[in-house]
């Protein structure tokens, strides 16, 4: 198994390069293709952090940063555990770790800049299923007997529901925890919408780094696609939070967007 250095996604075998960072939405280093193994990054002292976010709740993260470096989360549940946008590491002290807060029971990543090393943490914890959206099966580098397609809308686990909104991928979905936020409702947004820095507003875009945004229509559709759901925050996969009113500052947030690409604030040009 050899890790992208780039996207830090797993590959059953070197390839020239890696589909993902060779998509118009990534990059390929102005070095070329490079890989990794888990023995060169452990020996590099790389380790994986877990801390508490709130209760029932931990965010994970690779230090130093492997690849593409989002903060996973593990959403715990009377019914097993959701292991959310996995990290592009692991080792024998994280399973150990993500082991004592209880058993894994999904593995999900709301896109594939975000598969990480997914079947090896699968692996490591047992062999839960790793559900991948229908729409981004194309997109795995390193096919398993665990991977699950799914498509629309999923319970994955009771009070843990996927949707597919599309958007920055076609199969880019976020994961709605009813149980967080004291019972207010947790979205985990991804990329698919993502918080800004400012951490009351949320923004979209079929490429973040490379600056390509989407149109006023998916970005309506987007945002309708969350509105049935109740969820007071929002969390994004780099540590940033909207910690309360996150729904009201979607809407709001979606608002702004689609008036920019429209051309309505044109005169402050």
């Known amino acids: 198994m050899l890790i992208c250095q780039t996207c830090a996604v797993e590959h059953a075998e070197a390839v020239a390069v890696c589909a993902i960072c060779a998509d118009e939405r990534q990059w390929v280093p102005a070095t070329g293709q490079a890989w990794t193994t888990l023995n060169e990054l452990a020996a590099a002292g790389h380790r994986v952090g877990v801390r508490e976010l ?18 996973a989360h593990l959403v715990r549940t009377p019914a097993g555990n959701l292991l959310w946008d996995p990290v ?112 009351a507003t949320v923004t979209f875009m079929r490429s973040y780094p490379n600056r390509i945004p989407l149109s006023a229509a998916v970005v309506d559709r987007l945002t309708r696609g969350v509105e049935g759901l109740a969820f007071d925050r929002l969390y994004d996969n780099f540590g940033r939070t909207i910690d309360t009113d996150a729904r009201a500052a979607v809407r709001r947030s979606a608002d702004r967007y689609i008036g920019w690409v429209r051309g309505d604030f044109d005169h402050l040009t």
């Open 88 to 199: 592009g590491y692991l080792d024998e002290d994280a399973v150990r770790e993500v082991g004592r807060l209880g058993t894994v029971a999904a593995i999900v990543a709301s896109h594939p800049h975000m598969f990480g090393v997914q079947v090896e943490w699968s692996r490591a914890l047992g062999d839960p299923p790793i559900f991948v959206s229908e729409a981004d099966l194309s997109w795995v580098a390193r096919p398993d007997p665990a991977i699950r397609p799914w498509a629309g809308k999923l319970d994955v686990l009771p009070g843990l529901t996927l949707v597919q909104l599309g958007g920055h991928f076609p199969g880019s979905a976020v994961a709605h925890w009813a149980a967080g936020a004291g019972g207010n409702g947790v979205l985990f947004g991804g990329d698919t919408i993502q918080s800004n820095p400012d951490r």
């Open 54 to 71: 709130e209760p029932d709740l931990y965010g994970i993260t690779a230090e130093p940063k492997v690849g593409i470096g989002q903060q």
